[in-house]
C-alpha cells in the first residue's frame, strides 16, 4: 500500500516563503515512485478541494492553478520518492489543509490514486 507523508505546514507571514515535501512509499509490483503523477491539492474551509499543481511522471512537465502560477514550484527527486511545492509571496488566502496526490495511469485511464494525511498551511500577520 502506497503511502504518502507530508511534511509539516505551518504558520507563515504574508509575503513569506514555505517548503512542502511528501515522501512516498510502500512501492510495490515494480510500479515505482517514477511512474507517478504528483500533485498537490488544497482544500480551504468551507471550500472544495482544488488542484494546486502537478509534475508528470517523468518530471520534465508541470501545471500550475492560475493562484499558483509564478509564486509556486513543484518538483520531485525521484531519488528519494519524494515531491516538494515551494510556496513563495504567500498570500492569506493560500491558507488551507495541503493533500499530496499520486496518481497511476495506463491504458488511458486512471489506475490507482493516494492522498496523504494533509497538511495545515496557515498565512497571517
Known amino acids: 500500500q502506497v503511502q504518502l507523508v507530508e511534511s509539516r505546514g505551518g504558520l507563515v507571514q504574508p509575503g513569506g516563503s514555505l517548503r512542502l515535501s511528501c515522501a512516498a512509499s510502500g512501492f510495490t509490483s515494480g510500479v515505482i515512485f517514477s511512474k507517478y503523477y504528483m500533485s498537490w491539492y488544497r482544500q480551504a474551509p468551507g471550500k472544495e478541494r482544488e488542484l494546486v499543481a502537478t509534475?508528470?511522471?517523468?518530471?520534465?512537465?508541470?501545471t500550475y492553478a492560475d493562484s499558483a502560477k509564478g509564486r509556486f514550484t513543484i518538483s520531485r527527486d525521484n531519488a528519494k520518492d519524494t515531491v516538494y511545492l515551494q510556496m513563495n509571496s504567500l498570500k492569506v488566502e493560500d491558507t488551507a489543509v495541503y493533500y499530496c496526490n499520486a496518481a497511476l495511469y495506463g491504458f488511458g485511464s486512471l489506475l490507482h490514486t493516494y492522498w496523504g494525511q494533509g497538511t495545515q498551511v496557515t498565512v497571517s500577520s
Open positions: 509534475i508528470a511522471s517523468g518530471g520534465g512537465t508541470t
